[in-house]
């Protein structure tokens, strides 16, 4: 008799547990819906003004290393390790990959962070914007 009551709870948890689980699948489905945004057109015409600017414009840059794709690599472990506040990339110029760190619009500011960086990678370089072509 008592492994019977035993039972039949156990029975009623499971039933109780399953039900449970239905009920919340079903309220987790009634949260879909679609958003609309409407946005003044001159928002848009400004982002893509803004995009046209930053691919145009040219900064100093502080190359720091150059090699093999995996010398490349380790460079900038070691650059974004050693100053992390610079973003780095490696850019391939055939038939090297070189490391280059930062974004400096002005000569003075790139001046200063390549004394710095010149103190931990010495054969570091001091590369001037690029002169577009107009």
Known sequence: M???????ITAMKQL????FCIIIG???HAQEGTIHIEQDEKIE????LYKTALKTSEYYR????????NQAESIKADVEEDFPDLPSKIDFDSPTYR?????FKTKMEAERKFNEV???YPNAMLLKPKKSAK
Do not use: A, P, W
């Not at 015409?45 to 893509?48: D, E, N």
């Open 16 to 19: 109780f547990c399953i039900l």
């Open 26 to 28: 079903q309220l987790s």
């Open 45 to 48: 015409q400004l982002l893509k």
């Open 2 to 8: 008592q492994l019977t009551q035993t039972h039949n």
């Open 62 to 69: 502080i190359q720091v290393g150059f090699g093999s794709y």
């Open 99 to 103: 490391v280059r760190v930062g974004k």
């Open 118 to 120: 010149r103190e931990k």
